[in-house]
């Protein structure tokens, strides 16, 4: 729920074996109500348009309430009533998870609903939509950090003051969200071989010096750039810690579930390759998992008839992402001098963590 009282988001979850589809509705008008309380009580003004329900998991038959809110209004001088802006992702009869795929050129002669799904907005400054198909929001950060990573390159005056600028940048830009950014390690290094040839003569690197030595501190012989993967994966590392250790958040839950999916999506995968043996306790309980898909709907050029309607199940999940990042740094060979440095310069520096 993305509110305008405050500009913040609140997370709602329930689960659906204790509760309906109903009963879920009235705890989210339950908490627009007390935003409007908020609101009227400091007399914060509001803005309707900014803010948008995102309701996930509705079968497909249940029908949408319309939900409102009211909240302070400074040209009406008083509480003034609105009716929310609402986007729901539906699950169809088997469970599989409803998604759509429209060309640009088309999406605004669709229907309303799947128009409101691919609508991209800010995730925790990512850009993504309702589907979480953030990979145009990467690719968008990515071409912004090249852009300023020029500008701060031509307008510095001094080798300090480029570090500086620099350091800022990288430090923002990897710690804001690093779960929701699923970046690889290749994504990371991408960046990183861009720092490397736009600092390698700035910041007074010699033809015979390791490249990697722009990312090693000062004390130990290097220029002291921050390397975007060391902080990326860094930042990611903590804020997984952080969230999964309160098991009562919200978010905490919403973590543990995306690992618990994507276990049972693992095993269920081995079971249909046949690598499971057949008398196993492991093949006997993935026997009994529901997996639910991924159902894409596709359009080209008619806006009313599709022409494909396809089930995967090869979809990742959040933390599955960001479990592949560390967990392929952690397997890296010790031995490499590129990487025993890596990790030297990432473990002195989360010494406490």
Not at 145 to 167: A, F, L, P, Y
Not at 300 to 307: G, S, T, Y
Not at 315 to 341: N, P, Q, V, Y
Request: a positive charge; one cysteine or more.
């Amino acid at each position: 729920m993305y509110t305008y009282v405050d500009d913040a988001k609140r997370f709602i979850a329930v689960p659906k074996s204790t509760h309906t589809c109903n009963e879920f509705f009235e705890i989210v008008q339950g908490y627009c109500d007390l935003l409007a309380d908020l609101s009227l009580v400091i007399e914060m003004g509001r803005n309707v348009k900014k803010c948008t329900l995102y309701l996930y998991n509705i079968p497909q038959e249940v029908t949408i309430p319309t939900f409102t809110s009211i909240a302070w209004s400074y040209d009406a001088q008083g509480p003034v009533k609105g009716s929310l802006v609402v986007v729901t992702m539906r699950r169809d009869r088997t469970g599989n998870l409803l998604c759509y795929d429209v060309p640009k050129a088309i999406r605004t002669n669709i229907s309303q609903h799947i128009q409101d799904v691919l609508i991209d907005h800010k995730y925790l400054g990512i850009t993504t939509n309702a589907q979480l198909d953030a990979m145009e929001g990467i690719t968008k950060l990515v071409n912004k950090m090249h852009q300023r990573i020029g500008m701060i390159s031509r307008s510095s005056n001094s080798v300090q003051e480029t570090k500086s600028h620099h350091n800022m940048l990288v430090c923002q830009t990897t710690t804001f969200s690093p779960i929701c950014l699923s970046m690889s390690l290749n994504d990371c290094s991408i960046i990183d071989k861009h720092l490397l040839n736009t600092y390698k003569y700035r910041l007074k690197h010699m033809t015979n010096d390791a490249k990697h030595s722009i990312f090693i501190s000062e004390k130990r012989g290097g220029i002291g750039v921050q390397c975007f993967t060391i902080e990326y994966v860094g930042a990611l590392i903590r804020d997984i810690e952080v969230f999964i250790t309160k098991e009562d958040r919200v978010t905490a839950h919403a973590l543990l579930a995306s690992i618990d999916e994507t276990k049972k999506q693992s095993l269920w995968k081995l079971l249909c390759d046949g690598k499971l043996p057949t008398y196993s306790s492991a093949y006997s309980r993935t026997n009994n998992l529901h997996i639910s898909g991924r159902r894409t709907i596709k359009y080209l050029q008619d806006v009313e008839v599709p022409i494909s309607d396809t089930i995967s199940y090869d979809h990742t999940h959040t933390m599955e992402r960001a479990i592949k990042t560390t967990s392929s740094l952690g397997f890296m060979l010790r031995d490499l001098e590129f990487c025993s440095r890596f990790n030297d310069e990432l473990l002195l520096k989360e010494q406490k963590s």
